[in-house]
T-cell receptor
Framework: GAGVSQTPSNKVTEKGKYVELRCDPI?????LYWYRQSLGQGPEFLIY????????DSGLPNDRFFAVRPEGSVSTLKIQRTERGDSAVYLC??????????????FGEGSRLTVL | AQRVTQPEKLLSVFKGAPVELKCNYS??????LFWYVQYSRQRLQLLLR??SRESIKGFTADLNKGETSFHLKKPFAQEEDSAMYYC??????????FGTGTRLQVFP
């Protein structure tokens, strides 16, 4: 596809359940980012991958959150024992270099997570 | 701490009126700033970056280091400018820090 693809677009789950959110970046983009956007807020950085490795995971709120990118392309954000406060839109973005070099992130449409 | 502040949640103007969306940042180093825009039912996308000194869709933004501001301006607003606008700060690392956003409504 031409843009960043995220699935599912909507996910409703119960408190305590496990959730996986998937991101398929633009082909050839080496950098991949996860952001979280709560209602009325701007995107909040979670984690950044350069290739297969997590170069910066300082934004992950706690150890219930984990992300992988095993082959340097598709990434999965995993949330264990979900809590109501995890409800948000999870945005994925990719770029062809460091945000520090280009500043242009290409965003997906997001996955809206609702924890009941 | 590094921070981006957008004081207005909502800015409403009539078509043809000038627009200024405010952005202030807190950062001790040399900043790089951006404006991102999200139109209705579309994904977040880059509008402009200060380092390019460009005008996109009639919008400009000047970095004022003395006032630590990067306000977005357009002399004559159009209805199609209605959107959510986010100011973002790059710390010359690997992540952007976004403000809380300003919704611009342009009435006919």
């Amino acid at each position: 596809g031409a843009g960043v693809s995220q699935t599912p677009s909507n996910k409703v789950t119960e408190k305590g359940k496990y959730v996986e959110l998937r991101c398929d970046p633009i082909s050839g983009h080496t950098a991949l980012y996860w952001y979280r956007q709560s209602l009325g807020q701007g995107p909040e950085f979670l984690i950044y991958f350069q290739g297969t490795g997590a170069a910066d995971d300082s934004g992950l709120p706690n150890d219930r959150f984990f992300a992988v990118r095993p082959e340097g392309s598709v990434s999965t954000l995993k949330i264990q024992r979900t809590e109501r406060g995890d409800s948000a839109v999870y945005l994925c973005a990719s770029s062809n270099g460091l945000a520090g070099e280009t500043g242009e992130l290409f965003f997906g449409e997001g996955s809206r997570l609702t924890v009941l | 701490a590094q921070r981006v502040t957008q004081p207005e949640k909502l800015l409403s103007v009539f078509k043809g009126a000038p627009v200024e969306l405010k952005c202030n940042y807190s950062y001790s180093g040399s900043p790089e700033l951006f404006w991102y825009v999200q139109y209705s039912r579309q994904r977040l996308q880059l509008l402009l970056r200060h380092i390019s000194r460009e005008s996109i869709k009639g919008f400009t933004a000047d970095l004022n280091k003395g006032e630590t501001s990067f306000h977005l301006k357009k002399p004559f607003a159009q209805e199609e400018d209605s959107a959510m606008y986010y100011c973002a700060l790059n710390l010359w690392t690997d992540k952007l820090i976004f403000g809380t956003g300003t919704r611009l409504q342009v009435f006919p």
